[in-house]
Nanobody
């Protein structure tokens, strides 16, 4: 029900814009987040946004380099990532939950997940 796209192979210092397209307008009222998972590691929080875009949250590792935004008319949630580093290499997942009942940094707080998009940053 969530389709993530925009990943690719880039060089350190480049930018990428990831996009998450939910399957229907119901998601326009959902709390949305981006997570990433590198090989052999746990799924880590990257960024999140409230249903109306009024509040955004970032992991320290991407703060200042990334911007999460949403367009409820198009029902998309984007993650703009700049100054990419080798440490950003991972599969990126978008996630959604109707009502956030836990810590937005915890993957278990989300109910819907996309299939993931690979981001590879070469140094």
């Amino acid at each position: 029900q969530l389709q993530a796209s925009g990943g690719g192979l880039v060089q350190a210092g480049d930018s990428l814009r990831l996009s998450c397209a939910p399957s229907d307008r119901t998601f326009s009222s959902y709390f949305m987040g981006w997570f990433r998972q590198a090989p052999g590691k746990e799924r880590d929080f990257v960024a999140a946004i409230t249903w109306n875009g009024g509040r955004t949250f970032y992991a320290d590792s991407v703060k200042g380099r990334s911007t999460i935004s949403r367009d409820n008319a198009k029902i998309t949630v984007d993650l703009q990532m700049n100054s990419l580093k080798a440490g950003d290499t991972a599969v990126y997942y978008c996630a959604a939950v109707a009502i956030l009942g836990g810590d937005f940094r915890n993957p278990d707080s989300y109910y819907y997940w996309g299939q993931g998009t690979q981001v590879t940053v070469s140094s």
